[in-house]
């Protein structure tokens, strides 16, 4: 199941703690990719993945000064993680990287974690962009995925780490402490599902 909620403000505070608080230098500027990519269930306001706003325009969101709570406190993991190079940017990148949350996820993996999309009509493979993204948000203990419209593929953590985490064995003595770690943090949504 490949939810793309953007968080309700509850995981704000997650976002924080996972990610960074919003840097003061980034602004989304012209980009409206997640007014177009993401689903939006909330109570003041929904829209299915895929489908721009109803408020979108030309100029961008035709609403901004009074725009629903969940457009003014949601922000792409562009706008959090410095080391994600100023190209990263949805619009110019290719790519809109979140932070998703799955209430009833397949895997303990897919929780909380971080969806690199690359958005239709995107060079960020061949460009070498997704390369430098996926090096920018795998390296901390966040699972991330990688999607190309048509494939949901896990890249972090890594194949051998991700399936003993997967499936409760003993992981080899190299591995124990990473596997470990990732069990502890994430077990809460089960391992075995």
């Avoid at 406190?73 to 410095?82: E, I, L, N, P």
């Avoid at 953590?157 to 124990?176: I, K, M, T, Y």
């Amino acid at each position: 199941m490949d939810r793309r909620d953007i968080p309700t403000q509850p995981h704000a505070d997650v976002e924080t703690a996972l990610l960074g608080p919003i840097l003061p230098d980034r602004a989304c500027g012209d980009c409206t990719a997640c007014c177009t990519e993401l689903t939006v269930k909330t109570p003041e306001f929904a829209k299915p993945a895929g489908t721009p706003c109803i408020h979108l325009c030309d100029q961008g969101c035709g609403i901004h000064a009074i725009r629903p709570r969940i457009c003014r406190t949601w922000f792409c993991v562009w706008r959090r993680v410095a080391s994600l190079p100023d190209a990263a940017r949805p619009d110019r990148s290719g790519l809109l990287v979140s932070l998703n949350f799955v209430d009833k996820p397949q895997t303990c993996l897919e929780g909380v974690s971080i969806h690199v999309r690359m958005l239709a009509g995107s060079d960020a493979i061949a460009n070498g962009m997704a390369a430098a993204v996926l090096d920018a948000v795998c390296d901390q203990l966040v699972p991330v995925w990688f999607s190309d419209g048509a494939e949901k593929m896990l890249m972090h953590p890594d194949n051998d780490v991700a399936g003993f985490v997967l499936s409760g064995e003993a992981a080899p003595r190299h591995l124990q402490g990473e596997v470990a770690a990732w069990r502890e943090r994430y077990g809460v949504f089960g391992l075995n599902r």
